[in-house]
């Protein structure tokens, strides 16, 4: 039996239920019913049933959702990745090594996690978004994945020149810093004892540098033994960007533990277009003060002076000062001494208690030691221990002393006033800021490079240069999606509220509407980048299969939200 639709030429067809049979080896046809004036939901429901289907009483019966991908943050980040030509840099060939490190990098940025859980995340039987199945690398194992990081290292130079060419010019502003992460193991010749900025006492650890353009768009990066001083990591930057990257003329700036008087005059003094700009330490600030050259009344009236003095021939000190800065410097240090104290009185009734009284130079000293180890004040206390007694007093001198020079820092240059005058010698040193935000990104917020578990030490540079990739990534991602970020994106307007490139940066009452509402302009919810990505990853991609006999499965990707379809738009991405 069969429904047959007969036209009719005056009115609407007929719907007749029909039956085919033979007669004289001929194939005849006879109606059974007029289905004309049913329900056409009844008519289709009665066609599938002849067919083979399923009789179903809802309308979500009829189809079945296999399995479900999340796919909107893989389409982001992706789709930005080879915007942005990234893919291309990497190689220009397609290869399984090009997708799988692919993979490890919009990994990075969509769940920061070890190699083994992308390799789980991508396998088919376990899969956690669609980037295997966009990819085609539903399986792989893990040796798949260092083989492929070995690859990517040796492409390193080639990206990194790419980068480069693209994000640096003769003659422009290069921001350098380092930091170290922690590493779990202990066989890495890289992975060594040294000042560690995360706080994990007892842990190896790895140091790298970063080099990023004046926006703060990274460009490079190095691997260094996790005892490397900073200052040890200049030279090998500067070679790589002057004979590297072919940039004869170019400004580094770097903090003042970073490009040292030693740096200076060992690496980069007398070298023809290499300029820097860089801060003095305290004991410098000091001395300038002690030979009047730094006059604390030049703050009265103005915020930003330059000065000269013989020991800096050739060159420019601009002396600023931040009263924001000293209010908080001068609060930290009080709060420090009070900590000091509390800790230090506990010594003192350790040595007058009756019982078990704390007796001996050594033993008291050991205690006190500690003490001023942990909060780093011990210049401004005068201490006095005997056999019997412990005692101690705030160094007022040495606090005032200290107090002076709250909020003023000097800046250092090489670079001509023609080229640079103060305003802009300042803003390039505060623009360090910037790396700092790179850093936090790539050590806790969005990227988690730490901790590091590779005991080869190519391995653990491959794994470095991945997260720098996937921070590239990123960092062009939040240029686009800045208007639905807390990021301010009307940053021009922020600046013109400054009082001056001393004081501190202010945010644009867009952002700080933005802030304060937790709304848009366009009044959606505004996110952070990861709250983003996860809101994103809510779009999934379905595998559907009808239950009408012989309909073929087929897919089904969910339909945006408006603000997912406004973060979409803005990176210019089609589902």
Not at 79 to 92: A, C, F, P, Q, V
Not at 216 to 225: R, Y
Not at 526 to 550: N, Y
């Amino acid at each position: 039996m069969y429904i047959d639709n007969v036209p009719n030429r005056n009115s609407q067809p007929a719907i007749l239920l029909r039956e085919s049979y033979r007669e004289g080896g001929k194939v005849r046809k006879r109606t059974i019913a007029n289905l004309t004036k049913w329900p056409s939901c009844v008519v289709e429901g009665l066609r599938i049933l002849l067919h083979g289907g399923t009789a179903i009483e809802r309308l979500d019966e009829a189809f079945e959702v296999v399995r479900s991908l999340p796919h909107g943050h893989v389409a982001a980040v992706l789709g930005t990745l080879r915007k942005i030509g990234l893919e291309r840099m990497i190689d220009s060939r397609a290869s399984r090594q090009r997708s799988l490190v692919i993979a490890m990098i919009v990994s990075r940025l969509i769940d920061p996690a070890s190699k083994l859980a992308i390799l789980r995340g991508l396998a088919d039987e376990t899969k956690l978004s669609s980037l295997g199945e966009i990819l085609g690398i539903e399986s792989a194992d893990e040796e798949d994945l260092y083989a492929a990081m070995d690859w990517l290292l040796q492409r390193q130079g080639r990206i990194e020149k790419a980068l480069a060419r693209r994000h640096l010019t003769q003659g422009s502003l290069v921001l350098y810093d380092v930091t170290s992460t922690y590493f779990e193991g202990y066989t890495c010749p890289l992975a060594q004892f040294g000042h560690s900025r995360d706080g994990k006492k007892g842990k190896l650890q790895i140091v790298f540098g970063l080099l990023c353009n004046v926006e703060g768009c990274p460009v490079a990066v190095e691997v260094f033994k996790g005892n490397t001083a900073d200052p040890k990591t200049l030279a090998s930057q500067i070679q790589k960007v002057r004979e590297i990257f072919g940039l004869e003329r170019v400004i580094f700036v770097g903090d003042r533990g970073m490009i040292t008087e030693a740096r200076i005059a060992e690496d980069m003094k007398g070298i023809e277009g290499l300029d820097w700009i860089t801060a003095l330490r305290a004991p410098a600030i000091r001395k300038l003060v002690e030979d009047e050259v730094l006059q604390l009344s030049f703050f009265d009236r103005r915020d930003m002076a330059e000065i000269v003095h013989p020991d800096y021939p050739g060159e420019r000190l601009i002396a600023c000062k931040n009263p924001l800065m000293a209010d908080k410097r001068a609060h930290k240090r009080e709060a420090l001494l009070k900590a000091t104290e509390q800790k230090l009185d506990k010594i003192v009734q350790a040595t007058k208690r009756t019982k078990k009284r704390l007796r001996g130079k050594d033993k008291i000293g050991l205690r006190v030691g500690k003490v001023l180890g942990r909060y780093k004040v011990a210049k401004h206390f005068d201490i006095e221990i005997t056999e019997e007694s412990f005692s101690y007093q705030r160094n007022t001198d040495s606090i005032a002393e200290e107090s002076a020079l709250d909020g003023i820092y000097v800046i250092r240059t090489s670079v001509p006033n023609k080229v640079l005058d103060a305003e802009s010698t300042v803003g390039a040193y505060k623009g360090l800021s910037v790396v700092e935000r790179a850093f936090r990104s790539y050590k806790t917020v969005d990227l988690k490079v730490r901790p590091i578990y590779h005991h080869l030490p190519d391995r653990v540079r491959a794994h470095v240069l991945l997260c720098m990739l996937a921070y590239y990534v990123e960092w062009h991602m939040r240029q686009k999606l800045a208007p639905i970020l807390f990021d301010d994106d009307d940053k021009a307007n922020g600046e013109a509220l400054r009082e001056s490139i001393v004081s501190p940066a202010q945010r644009s009452p867009k952002a700080k509407r933005k802030a304060r509402t937790k709304r848009t302009e366009g009044n959606m919810p505004v996110h952070s980048f990861r709250t983003l990505i996860t809101d994103l990853a809510t779009i999934v991609k379905d595998r559907i299969e009808p239950k009408l006999a012989g309909a073929e499965p087929f897919y089904k990707v969910t339909r945006p939200t408006p603000l997912q379809q406004r973060a979409l738009d803005l990176l210019g991405i089609r589902l």
